[in-house]
T-cell receptor, first 113, second 112 residues
């Protein structure tokens, strides 16, 4: 039973345009959400996070939106750059259950110059 | 360096062999996690330590998998009698309390 799902395995976008990555979750106990970025042969690196008490968090070109009622979050990258080409993982945590993260399956983003 | 260090980066084992994967977390990080990532999938939780205590091992797929962190720093993930389905990248991560996880580069295990 996948508790965190990323339904789009891949996304292709033109440089300078917006990339929108989506993530859905089923566990209503999740209260903290994170996005990680992964390049080939490297470990995932933390990108941005959001607590369930917020609906938006922004950090430079990256913005994460959380819709708790829909159990949905999204990551917007504006403007997209070729260096953003990577696999992006959505992750969620139930802080009351410990510090472990539950990951989605990932979305591969290709930014074309 | 200052990041999470894992060794070996690559390991090829014959089916039935035992393997040991090492993780050196960021200095001072209390929490340490092991994840398994199969090709084309997201990381799957295996086990979690807080200092030397293994607080959650619910993700270990079988009793062939064993993890330890005896002094609350370096951790070892051991897989006994490896099977082909154990082939994956094993990721170690560490964190301060309730902060984001910092991952190592992973150990890629191939079982022939």
């Amino acid at each position: 039973d996948q508790q965190v799902k990323q339904n789009s395995p891949s996304l292709s976008v033109q440089e300078g345009r917006i990339s929108i990555l989506n993530c859905d979750y089923t566990n209503s106990m999740f209260d903290y959400f994170l996005w990680y970025k992964k390049y080939p042969a490297e470990g995932p690196t933390f990108l941005i996070s959001i607590s369930s008490i917020k609906d938006k968090n922004e950090d430079g070109r990256f913005t994460v939106f959380l819709n708790k009622s829909a159990k949905h979050l999204s990551l917007h990258i504006v403007p997209s750059q070729p260096g953003d080409s990577a696999v992006y993982f959505c992750a969620a945590r139930d802080q009351a259950a410990g510090n472990k993260l539950t990951f989605g399956g990932g979305t591969r983003v290709l930014v074309k110059p | 360096g200052a990041g999470v260090s894992q060794s070996p980066r690559y390991k090829v084992a014959k089916r039935g062999q035992d393997v040991a994967l090492r993780c050196d977390p960021i200095s001072g990080h209390v929490s340490l996690f092991w994840y398994q990532q199969a090709l084309g999938q997201g990381p799957e939780f295996l086990t979690y330590f807080q200092n030397e205590a293994q607080l959650d091992k619910s993700g270990l797929p079988s009793d062939r998998f064993f993890a330890e962190r005896p002094e609350g720093s370096v951790s070892t993930l051991k897989i006994q009698r490896t099977q082909q389905e154990d082939s994956a990248v094993y990721l170690c991560a560490s964190s301060s309390r309730f902060r984001e996880l910092f991952f190592g580069e992973g150990s890629r295990l191939t079982v022939l």
